[in-house]
């Protein structure tokens, strides 16, 4: 069953709204994609944006659709990473809604596979090992166990007799698993979307469309060309274990006096991208608005991200609490009871949107309007006149969060603070 988003939060769906917002140009003009404050026009929103059309199925597919996908196996290729998993689960918990009947499996690297084990929708995991094939591929030497390795994976993918592949990722990786799959039907996508060649290894493609169309709604446009509906749009759906729970409630009880609120603030990137991370300044200018208004702001971090947080608490003079490390699936129970979170556009910040988080999305070098806030009010913040082509090796470039102050970072957050938290 798809749990929807209620109607006041649906009024408000990122990728739909953004698309028709109220853009608020910080210290200037507004235009979309141009202004410092990104943040939803409230209520009023236009329906059905998502236009892909359905495409000429073939006919076995066709009657395993009409027929509530009884006797289909569908796979779903998101390698990873997390935020780009988060963004998926909607789309592939659409399919589950309209084809109740079929098995639906999902490949994905670990350690992210981590997040959609125990998912409802779900039937199997396939975890990737990730850093052992890559361990392997550094030597000759290692050859040997490399090929062994990866015919395990292959031969795991062809077990699962997939009749359709779902390849939300599109790269080369993805296309040569989806045709080990052994699946007739392969759907991915054309033209900038795919890279790689992946193009050669499906068998149906959806146009790519606009290069600032959000994440989600391009996700949401495969499903679409299914001929599934793609409205009401679902949470994650992720499935939170009270073990979980109680882990995150313990990180907040000797933090935050008398069981009070608290916030999330995640300053810190992978090493890869760590042009994401917003300056230590904005997180403390954060963190005492918060603390002004009784809202704990707990400091979070992933592996090798403490520096990050460190600064984040010195930066604010203590205001900013450290919390202690936390698992994927904690993190998400942490942010599931979060009156806020605030940071730049990473994988917490999706995995925020998906149990329900409200958000303060701070942008640099990132698109504001691609990597959208999803499903939850959310104010997002890029620098005055920034330029976006939606294209990630340009917006590097051109693109940073000098210029971005933190007062505009105080009142996105008054402005969430106003609103009231609606739990899910």
Not at 220 to 230: D, H, I, N, R, T
Not at 241 to 255: E, G, H, K, N
């Amino acid at each position: 069953m798809v749990r929807t988003v209620p109607k006041r939060l649906a009024a408000r769906r990122a990728a739909q709204d953004l698309e028709n917002a109220c853009v608020k140009g910080h210290g200037g003009t507004s235009s979309q994609g141009h202004g410092a404050v990104y943040t939803v026009l409230r209520g009023g929103a236009k329906h059905d944006l998502y236009t892909a059309a359905m495409l000429e199925l073939p006919a076995p597919l066709r009657e395993a659709i009409e027929a509530r996908g009884s006797g289909l196996a569908v796979l779903v290729l998101r390698l990873g990473a997390m935020g780009d998993i988060v963004r998926t689960l909607p789309a592939v918990r659409l399919v589950r809604s309209g084809v109740p009947h079929a098995r639906i499996y999902w490949a994905a690297w670990e350690p992210w596979a981590g997040i959609l084990r125990g998912h409802p929708d779900l039937d199997v995991i396939v975890g990737l090992p990730r850093s052992e094939i890559r361990s392997l591929a550094r030597s000759p030497l290692t050859w040997p166990s490399l090929f062994r390795a990866t015919w395990k994976i292959g031969s795991e993918i062809r077990a699962l007799k997939a009749g359709l592949v779902l390849d939300f990722h599109g790269d080369l990786r993805t296309g040569l698993l989806g045709l080990i799959s052994g699946a007739p039907v392969r759907l991915g996508y054309e033209g900038h979307q795919q890279k790689e060649g992946n193009r050669v290894f499906t068998t149906l493609r959806v146009p790519s469309g606009d290069r600032r169309t959000p994440r989600l709604t391009r996700n949401l446009e495969l499903v679409a060309s299914l001929g599934l509906p793609v409205r009401p749009v679902p949470d994650a759906g992720i499935a939170i274990a009270p073990a979980d729970v109680l882990t995150a409630q313990a990180i907040v009880r000797p933090l935050v006096a008398g069981g009070g609120e608290y916030a999330v603030l995640n300053p810190g990137a992978s090493r890869r991208q760590a042009y994401k991370k917003p300056p230590a300044r904005l997180f403390a200018a954060a963190a005492r608005a918060l603390a002004a208004r009784q809202v704990c702001p707990l400091v979070v971090y992933g592996p090798g991200e403490e520096v990050d947080a460190d600064l984040v608490v010195a930066a604010s003079n203590g205001v900013a609490r450290l919390a202690p490390s936390t698992t994927l699936k904690s993190l998400a129970a942490l942010l599931q009871g979060a009156r806020v979170f605030v940071g730049g556009d990473s994988g917490p910040l999706h995995l925020a949107c998906g149990v329900g988080c409200p958000v303060v999305g701070l942008y640099g070098p990132t698109d504001p309007i691609v990597n959208t806030p999803w499903n939850v009010p959310f104010v997002a913040l890029a620098r005055p006149h920034s330029v976006y082509a939606g294209i990630k090796a340009e917006d590097r470039v051109v693109n940073g969060f000098e210029g971005l102050d933190p007062d505009a970072v105080v009142g996105a957050i008054l402005e969430i603070l106003g609103q009231p938290r609606i739990k899910m």
